[in-house]
């Protein structure tokens, strides 16, 4: 099939025709359940998802917050990152949100997952898109510590 990469002779082996279901960069809170249900796909054997929280330190310095902002080219992107992933490897689905706006520590920044036939894919796959969004899309961070400093990271 044209566009489709293939590991085994079972169609379930091979990646789905569309398989990017959710893409976002959005401002409200994030969650790991709607990121978790887009990626959910029978032919799949395994589904890698990560979740990117703010911490409360950095470099050995407290933090007190942050924020993210992006760039309006932020979210087509995130596509073509997206869509480089599930050219790469046999994704059934593919989701990525992040979030935009101020952040507190605990809050979710960042949600990926991605579903594969199998779990070693699904690894790769969702390691390649978290680390390429995190290099590629441009999004910034501007921390604020407790000692009253602030840091813009990726600017």
């Known amino acids: 099939m044209v566009g489709m990469a293939t590991t085994h002779e079972h169609p379930g082996e091979r990646a789905a025709a569309d398989p990017v279901r959710l893409l976002a960069v959005r401002d409200t809170p994030l969650s790991v359940d709607e990121v978790f249900a887009a990626v959910g796909d029978a032919a799949a054997g395994g589904t890698a998802l990560f ?21 309006p080219s932020a979210e087509a992107e995130l596509r073509r990152v997206a869509e480089k992933v599930a050219a790469d490897f046999p994704v ?3 989701a990525a ?15 990926v997952a ?3 036939p199998h779990r070693a894919e699904a ?13 590629e899309v441009p999004i ?14 990726g600017a």
Do not use: M, N, P
């Open 97 to 111: 949100v992040h979030r935009v706006g101020e952040l507190a520590v605990g809050d979710l920044a960042v949600v």
């Open 123 to 135: 690894f790769a796959a969702c390691r390649r898109l978290i680390d390429d969004l995190k290099r």
């Open 140 to 153: 910034w961070k501007h921390q604020t510590f407790s000692d009253g400093t602030e840091e813009w990271v």
């Open 114 to 116: 991605v579903s594969c």
């Open 51 to 71: 979740v990117g929280t703010v911490r409360d330190h950095d470099g050995g310095a407290g933090v007190t917050g942050l924020g993210y902002s992006a760039h």
């Open 92 to 94: 059934r689905a593919l």
